[in-house]
Antibody, heavy 120, light 106 residues
Framework: EVQLVESGGGLIQPGGSLRLSCAASGFTVSSNYMSWVRQAPGMGLEWVSIIYSAGNTYYADSVKGRFTISRDNSKNTLYFQMNSLRVEDTAVYYC??????????????WGQGTLVTVSS | DIQMTQSPSSLSASVGDRVTITCRASQTINNYLNWFQQKPGKAPKLLIYAASTLQSGVPSRFSGSGSGTDFTLTISSLQPEDSATYYCQQSSSGRTFGQGTKVEIK
């Protein structure tokens, strides 16, 4: 079955660090473009990061310099290292596969999400 | 950054009604426009990609149209299971989502 399963969320104090994992099955993470999208409680969706199959990475300004996206090809797993966490980083974090066509792209596969709560 | 504005923010309609949600981009995005459905506590689900292509497995009552800056998601005959929040998303430059439209059943 093609799926993504996130883990690693939890309660963390401001300034702390957390690493999220996203285990993929049914397809190869390293051959695809993979993203993290977050959703603060009661709010809309916010794209935060992407890693391309070639390995280049990009971030939203809101997390640049604090968060790092990476992957472990041997484990077929995507990661999101989150440092210097702020209260405003509180959200459900989704990993998603970005499927690219000839002149379009879309998030066609999503994980179930993992909740990160930043609070003292 | 490209801003995406959806309207209305919420709507209430009856089963069988035709429902239309609009999404406007702050600059032209060609057809780099996707629509997602999200139910409470669940991950978003892809409905429409490339502005008008129906994702496999999505009921045919859902359709998308538009190009450039103005786009529409239409539900031709609203069903109880369509109660959800709908998001548009552009991927022409960066990736940004609209603020969402909550659809409720009367």
């Amino acid at each position: 079955e093609v799926q993504l399963v996130e883990s690693g969320g939890g309660l963390i104090q401001p300034g702390g660090s957390l690493r999220l994992s996203c285990a993929a099955s049914g397809f190869t993470v390293s051959s695809n473009y993979m993203s993290w999208v977050r959703q603060a409680p009661g709010m809309g969706l916010e794209w935060v990061s992407i890693i391309y199959s070639a390995g280049n990475t990009y971030y939203a300004d809101s997390v640049k310099g604090r968060f790092t996206i990476s992957r472990d090809n041997s484990k077929n797993t995507l990661y999101f290292q989150m440092n210097s966490l702020r209260v405003e980083d509180t959200a459900v974090y989704y990993c998603a596969r970005l499927y690219v066509g000839s002149d379009w792209e879309t998030f066609d596969l999503w994980g179930q999400g993992t909740l990160v709560t930043v609070s003292s | 950054d490209i801003q995406m504005t959806q309207s209305p923010s919420s709507l209430s309609a009856s089963v069988g009604d035709r429902v239309t949600i609009t999404c406007r981009a702050s600059q032209t995005i060609n057809n780099y426009l996707n629509w997602f459905q999200q139910k409470p506590g669940k991950a978003p689900k892809l409905l429409i990609y490339a502005a008008s292509t129906l994702q496999s497995g999505v009921p045919s009552r859902f359709s998308g149209s538009g190009s450039g800056t103005d786009f529409t998601l239409t539900i031709s005959s609203l069903q109880p299971e369509d109660s959800a929040t709908y998001y548009c998303q552009q991927s022409s430059s960066g990736r940004t989502f609209g603020q969402g439209t909550k659809v409720e059943i009367k």
